[in-house]
């Protein structure tokens, strides 16, 4: 018995019990779509959290002080980190492409009549590099900032909206804690990052921060600190060289033997993505997996109604018997039917599971991602879902006794 | 060609055997039209279908063409259905929302004949019946002598060299009952065709050249018919006793 033949038998079969058909083939139209949309919306929100990541600076590798570390110990010079540490790691680690060290602190800026709190960042002339910022307006920091300690400031697109709403920032002058800057360059914009706006940043020189505005909190035992230290390794492969070197010279900087622990977290973005792409997949998987349930339960349906159609119809099954069919043939054309169940249910869960992403993209909540690869996976556990199911009955169908069936009332 | 020995058929029933066929032995050689007679429960029917290789006996022998049945396995049996035996049933067992034609190449498409083959077969088969302007109705367009022609076709379609019915007319009123018998005997005559009927009914039993009576499971006896009636024949007035009242027939008792 020929393919063909098996799927015309099957589709009268199916037509014959229209209703029963469409609320069968439903099961799997929901599980396959539930497959679709979650899948994709999943792979869409690992996509724009990979790429806000990326975002942040290319092989970026940042170091700072463990917060939890010895809570308590106030002024122990080996848990803070020092501009020291800066100068010994800038002498002493090799490949690296920049390195930027930043002092941070809450301030308050003033512009006329306008009053607002911003972080205050104090960096040198790598920082821009470290995290990929680019000057939209004037200019960057530049070295000779720090060594002649100007009162210059450059702001992110974010603090340039705010504060002059709509007035050319450039030439103008900010009051931060009573000091005034001048403002010499507006950053370009770079999105929300998901961790606080890479855009609402106020970027003064390190060594003018220190002498003006940080004062005393940005001092222990006379030796200036830092929050934390920011560099781009040359290439993604010396990544690790550099987090060890760095933590070698943190050790010596700070008296530190080998088995202590080190107060100072080194870590890269490859690290940060690859966690926060454990996070995603792991999410993506979970809810690939909630969706495969219902595809087994439209599968169970799929078993169900074979079965109850094995059942109605073992005089026909006794009958192909009696005219020569062997056990194969009623095997496969009962198989035939639940898989043509489950690859319409297929086509429509496609479709459907498609649309619902399409939705979800336009309503603007997560950018999904639809790929060949999802809906060819989600077709196939449907054609499989077929398979597995239908086997049973099928296999039920092929060892009727045809004496049997045919007496069957 | 059909040889069966000291056949058994058990049923479990509860906790009891029933013996449905004790111990029938019965020897039908080709081109033969043997009519099988008995009452209900006397096991003919448990018979046909241990014939028409659609059920096993519990013991005994049974041979086509010398060869032992009860030694092939599901699909050698499959194909002895589909190329050596034909099966006309009481309940005609056409498939519903199918037309005639479609229910005659069914034997057919499990041998793997070409679809244009199929249908040239299964229109001559349609045109041996008479139903040739009839092949794209359904069954439930049909009246039952009809679907009955359409089960026979079915049969022949795969020219099978016996014909096994099971109470074939036992669905039908007289006159379509007459036209299936008379088919039966056209096949015989002209096609060299082993016929083997199940009825109860002594008439036509009679359009047979032997009739083979079976009671609780065993041959009672077998009769040679001298002169099997032609289907049209009217029926006589009065039932003939067909086991003891006419003295023409020849009477023989079975083993």
């Given at each position: 018995m020929n393919i063909l033949n098996n799927l015309r038998v099957a589709f009268r079969s199916l037509t014959a019990n229209m209703l029963r058909s469409v609320l069968t083939i439903l099961g799997i139209v929901i599980g396959v779509a539930a497959v679709v949309a979650l899948l994709s919306i999943g792979k869409g929100a690992t996509q724009s959290v990979t790429s806000r990541v990326e975002n942040l600076g290319s092989n970026l590798i940042s170091v700072s002080t463990r917060r939890s570390f010895q809570p308590g110990v106030v002024g122990d010079t080996s848990a803070t980190l020092l501009y020291s540490d800066y100068q010994a790691i800038l002498a002493n680690v090799t490949n690296v492409r920049a390195i930027a060290p930043v002092y941070s602190s809450g301030a308050q800026v003033i512009y006329q009549d306008k009053t607002s709190n911003y972080q205050v960042t104090g960096i040198n002339e790598d920082y821009l590099t470290v995290y990929s910022y680019t000057v939209a307006s004037g200019r960057p920091l530049l070295a000779s900032d720090n060594e002649s300690q100007s009162k210059v400031v450059v702001i992110g697109s974010q603090v340039a909206t705010d504060m002059?709403?709509?007035?050319?920032?450039?030439g103008r002058s900010l009051t931060i804690d009573k000091v005034k800057f001048e403002v010499i360059g507006v950053l370009a914009s770079k999105g929300s990052s998901g961790f606080g706006s890479g855009d609402d940043v106020v970027l003064i020189p390190l060594q003018t921060g220190y002498t003006y505005?940080?004062?005393?909190?940005?001092?222990l035992n006379g030796k200036a600190t830092l929050s934390s230290i920011s560099m781009s390794a040359a290439d993604a492969n010396s990544v690790n060289t550099v987090i060890s070197e760095v933590e070698t010279v943190l050790r010596g900087q700070h008296g530190l033997g080998l088995n202590d622990t080190l107060p100072f977290s080194v870590s890269s973005q490859a690290q940060a993505l690859s966690t926060l792409n454990q996070v995603t997949s792991t999410l993506t998987a979970f809810l690939g997996a909630i969706a495969a349930i219902s595809l087994i339960v439209g599968g169970i349906g799929i078993m169900n109604i074979s079965l109850v159609s094995v059942t109605e119809r073992t005089r026909e099954i006794g009958l192909r018997k009696a005219v020569g069919a062997p056990r194969r043939a009623i095997l496969v054309q009962f198989l035939i039917e639940t898989m043509t169940l489950a690859i319409i249910g297929g086509v429509f869960g496609v479709l459907l599971g498609v649309g619902i992403a399409m939705i979800v993209s336009i309503s603007g909540v997560i950018q999904a991602s639809i790929t060949w690869d999802t809906i060819t996976l989600a077709f196939t556990s449907a054609a499989l879902v077929g398979l597995f199911f239908g086997i049973y009955p099928a296999y039920q169908a092929s060892k009727k006794s045809p004496i049997e069936a045919l007496r069957y009332e | 060609m059909i040889e069966v020995e000291n056949l058994v058929k058990t049923y479990k029933v509860g906790d009891d055997d029933v013996h449905a066929l004790d111990g029938v032995s019965l020897k039908i050689n080709e081109g033969e039209m043997v009519a099988i007679m008995g009452p209900s429960g006397s096991g003919k029917s448990t018979l046909m279908a241990i014939l028409g290789c659609l059920d096993t006996p519990t013991s005994g022998s049974y041979r086509i063409d010398d060869k032992e049945v009860g030694r092939l396995n599901e699909n050698q049996l499959a194909n002895l259905r589909a190329h050596k035996i034909g099966f006309v049933f009481q309940m005609f067992n056409l498939l519903p929302r199918t037309s005639a034609i479609e229910n005659v190449e069914l034997p057919l498409i499990y041998d793997g004949v070409t679809p244009k083959q199929r249908n040239e077969k299964a229109v001559e088969a349609l045109q041996v019946v008479g139903l040739q302007d009839r092949m794209h109705h359904r069954p439930n367009q049909l009246s039952g002598g009809q679907q009955q022609r359409v089960a026979i076709a079915r049969a022949l379609v795969n020219d099978p060299a016996i014909l096994l019915a099971d109470e074939p007319t036992g669905n039908l009123d007289s006159k379509s009952g007459t036209e299936i018998i008379s088919l039966f005997q056209k096949l015989h005559k002209e096609k060299h065709l082993t016929v083997v009927y199940v009825t109860h009914d002594p008439f036509i039993a009679r359009h047979t050249e032997r009739i083979i009576h079976l009671r609780d499971g065993k041959i009672v006896f077998e009769e040679h018919v001298q002169n099997p009636i032609q289907a049209g024949t009217p029926r006589p007035d009065e039932e003939i006793d067909?086991?003891?009242?006419?003295?023409d027939l020849d009477v023989e008792v079975a083993a």
């Open positions: 002059f709403s709509g007035l050319n920032p450039l505005l940080f004062g005393s909190r940005a001092r | 067909s086991l003891h009242g006419n003295s």
